[in-house]
């Protein structure tokens, strides 16, 4: 069995906005962000940026830049595993 476990960064803080992000505006849209489900969406952020822009510091945009990079790193690499391992058994079945 594995175990994550991860710290909870949102304990003891006044939020005021939300975000579910998942790099994507295709049906991600919360129209109800006032009632009773106030987390929003990928495009809710895209129509808040021009009024409402979320400001960083240097060292915490060099963070998110390397945790981005990270990330992404990480999907290219699994993305080509599997894709590999799609081919190979393609034509195992063969």
């Known amino acids: 069995m594995d175990l994550l476990v991860m710290e909870n960064l949102l304990f003891g803080r006044n939020i005021t ?23 929003l969406l990928d495009q809710n952020l895209i129509e808040a940026m021009p009024t409402s822009p979320i400001f960083v510091g ?8 390397r945790a ?19 081919f190979t058994s393609m034509v195992l079945k063969m």
Do not use: C, M, P
């Open 17 to 39: 906005r939300l975000y579910d992000l998942k790099g994507s505006s295709r049906s991600r849209y919360n129209a109800d962000s006032n009632g009773s489900n106030k987390v």
């Open 58 to 65: 240097n060292k915490a945009k060099r963070l998110l830049e």
């Open 68 to 86: 981005v990079w990270n990330d992404t790193s990480f999907l290219a690499v699994s993305l080509h595993q599997f894709i590999d391992l799609l």
